[in-house]
């Protein structure tokens, strides 16, 4: 029996879940989970349930839109592999660790290409049977590779997510646009500290005592995108930058590959500029 993954946002009012598990249980659905956040300060209510059973999604998103509030989204997520474009530059560790990932069977989701405007990591994805395109910056402004960055990109037919892999080119916000809420980036940074480039010399020079990583979406405020996952670790004052960036390399894949993992089992929501995940 499939089960389906139903996504709500709506404006919060009393009643809701017992509205929600009322439709499921007229539907002949179990449930398999649950899990529900209010956020008191804005009055909004959030809801992620895998549900089982024979399911008309869209008569099934019908019925709930109907009994919620008038600006509620509701998503009913058939279970199926999304596809993604991985995209990096020279740095080989973030996109090794999710193309290993990829290859053990860990990431439910279609690969479609690793993209870059250098040739210099084809040999390392050839290695996995993906296809590798490189569409080189050089002779070109701005604008004019991002637009054929934007063409490759679309050649792919439906991409739900595409992940930056130390992918380091700033994007404009046409191309944030024609991609909204799925571009997932990892920073070599605990944000909001350090942020640009070269952060673990700005850190060094700073003294502090932990550094860390930030996976967060990509918005047009460079580093400022609602933030995904985070993790850090303690350093010492022996710690030069060059090893706060050998040891910050390694928190990069653990945190960008749990990014990716909460967004290919759909459980974050975006609201406003922070996420709510489940």
Do not use: C
Not at 28 to 40: A, P
Not at 79 to 97: F, Q, W
């Amino acid at each position: 029996m499939k089960q389906y993954t139903i996504l709500i946002d709506s404006p919060d009012e009393k009643g809701l879940v017992y509205k929600i598990s009322k439709v499921f249980f007229q539907h002949e659905l179990n449930i398999i989970s649950n899990n529900e956040f209010v956020d008191k300060e804005n009055s909004r209510f959030f809801m992620r349930s895998v549900v089982a059973g024979d399911i008309n999604a869209s008569q099934l998103q019908e019925k709930l839109s109907t009994l919620l509030p008038k600006e509620a989204t509701v998503h009913v997520i058939a279970p199926k592999k999304k596809n993604i474009v991985l995209m990096a530059t020279k740095e080989s560790h973030a996109l090794g660790d999710i193309l290993i990932r990829y290859e053990a069977g860990e990431l439910d989701a279609n690969i479609l290409a690793v993209v870059s405007n250098y040739d210099l990591l084809e040999p390392l994805v050839s290695k996995f049977d993906i296809p590798f395109v490189t569409v080189s910056h050089v002779d070109l402004n701005r604008q004019e590779h991002e637009d054929k960055v934007i063409k490759t990109l679309q050649s792919f037919g439906e991409i739900d997510y595409i992940v930056l892999a130390k992918y380091m080119r700033i994007l404009t916000p046409n191309f944030v646009d024609t991609f909204r809420d799925k571009i997932i980036n990892i920073h070599h940074s605990f944000l909001p500290a350090f942020i640009g480039a070269n952060p673990y010399k700005q850190a060094y020079e700073r003294g502090v005592k932990i550094i860390g990583a930030t996976a967060h979406f990509v918005n047009n405020n460079l580093d400022e995108g609602p933030i995904i996952a985070q993790e850090i670790i303690p350093i010492n004052h022996a710690y030069g930058w060059k090893d706060m960036q050998r040891s910050g390399r390694d928190v990069e894949k653990i945190v960008l590959s749990r990014a990716l993992k909460l967004a290919l089992e759909d459980r974050i929501f975006v609201y406003e500029n922070k996420t709510v995940i489940f």
